[in-house]
């Protein structure tokens, strides 16, 4: 006998649970005759008697039941059991999540999803890294988990998500001598800003659109992120550009405001990323699930 297929392995198997050739035929579905012709081969196989008669039914040799371990192990392989991911318990789980994300959605988004975080899965944790170039790669070999914000690098292989619709506004601080309550295309133009120099996120298109309107800003300021945009306009009277979603944020302190954009800028879609590699990955599903319901409330 050059070879065992997958009956032979379950011929072991239920025999070895079963203990008599009838079971074992009925479970297979063959006939007796034809078990016992698969029990000869297999025997002379493995040189070994395998089964051997007793008043208790048919009985594993030392040898059967050597191979017990490997015969559960393939025909969990080939039932599917063998390699499934495992379970993910958030209640108990210590996992640490990897998550890319502009410096914008650290402000906006991190507290929310950690507040939702520390209710349903106090032991997990996460790592943040910043949404750039590098990111399809890390979702890629697994080097993150997931990825928020406004890109146009995911191409094949990534699945997306949209979580909520963005569009710019207008910071401006409480007290500011001219800007009351509107904003006139002429302030817009008169008074100076602070302009907010970002990479590969949504702010390319502001910069295309403001472009494409014909207006010229007067910029006394150039900034790297977000971060410390309310102090500077809280404390002068620039203006400055930023996300609904963070505008809401900044202007909860009460020392700035937010108004409208006296032209049309264009709104965008902020979305989860995730690799094909991790679709199935049952923390991850969950982690997925859970950034969805912040937004969805």
Known sequence: MSKLDLTDLRLLQSLGRTGTVSATADELGLSQPSVSIRLGRLRRHFKDPLFVRTSAGMVPTPRAASLTPALQGALALFDGREGREPDFDPAT?????RICMTNTGQMVVLARLLNRLA???????????????????????????????????????????????????CLVRAGHPRVKSRLTKSQFLSESHV???????????????????????????????FLGLEEIVARTDLLALAPIHLARLLAAHGTIRYLAVPFELPSYLVRQYWHERYHRDAGCKWLRAMAASVFRE
């Open 119 to 169: 209710d349903v899965a106090p032991h997990v944790r996460l790592e943040v890294r910043d949404l750039d170039p590098d990111t399809p790669r890390r979702l890629e070999t697994g080097d993150a988990d997931l990825a928020m914000g406004y890109t146009t690098s995911m191409q094949a292989g990534f699945h997306q998500q949209t979580l909520f619709s963005e569009h710019y506004v």
């Open 195 to 225: 302009a907010v120099m970002t990479t590969g996120t949504a702010h390319w298109l502001l910069d295309k659109a403001i472009d494409d309107a014909g207006i010229a800003r007067k910029t006394a300021l150039w900034v790297p992120s």
């Open 93 to 97: 789980s210590d996992r640490v999540f």
